[in-house]
């Protein structure tokens, strides 16, 4: 499995690398629940969805963009601009690989180059966990993922602290 699988093509658009003029916003929006929307209608068709996700970039303003060589429009995130919806699983302990799958079928294993964090959210407190996909684009694991990452967590050896995480390609991902 490759580290980064970006929307079924063979390797990303090297959109990091572009550098066009800002065009403006032209009301692209990817919600909360993963949904992409064009002026309030939303956008059906998965293959367009993936095509999009290719080329969408977070600036260091922190601001997301779809990029192409000739022009860079806004797109306003909910959330985060994936969500993760599968989590493969091989080894365990120290030696356990996690790999995560997104809507629009990037997929990433868990390590230094793409680190698992845990946010609180509010009201309630409770975990978030995000994964770093590519550039600054996040993923929002789903609450089926989060469930099995909660049902993999364990305390890290040695230690009686009752901080629980989780281990993947050899390091140890606190959860908060």
Request: aromatic share 8%.
């Amino acid at each position: 499995m490759r580290n980064v699988r970006s929307s079924g093509a063979k390797s990303a658009p090297p959109v990091e690398s572009w550098d066009p003029p800002y065009c403006g916003n032209i009301g692209m929006k990817i919600a909360r629940d993963g949904r992409w929307f064009y002026q309030g209608s939303p956008i059906g068709r998965a293959a367009l969805v993936k095509l999009f996700a290719s080329i969408l970039r977070k600036d260091a303003d922190g601001r997301t963009y779809l990029v192409t060589p000739v022009e860079k429009v806004d797109v306003e995130i909910e959330d985060a601009p994936f969500l993760g919806v599968e989590l493969a699983v091989s080894g365990d302990g120290r030696d356990q690989t996690l790999t995560l799958r997104t809507n629009v079928d990037d997929e990433v294993t868990i390590d230094r180059a793409h680190p698992l964090r845990f946010v609180a959210s509010e009201p309630d407190g409770g975990l978030k966990p995000y994964v770093l996909i590519r550039g600054r684009l996040e993923a929002l694991c789903t609450r089926a993922v989060y469930a099995e990452l909660a049902e993999l967590a364990t305390s890290k050896e040695g230690e009686e602290s009752g901080i629980v995480g989780v281990w993947s390609s050899g390091k140890w991902w606190e959860m908060g």
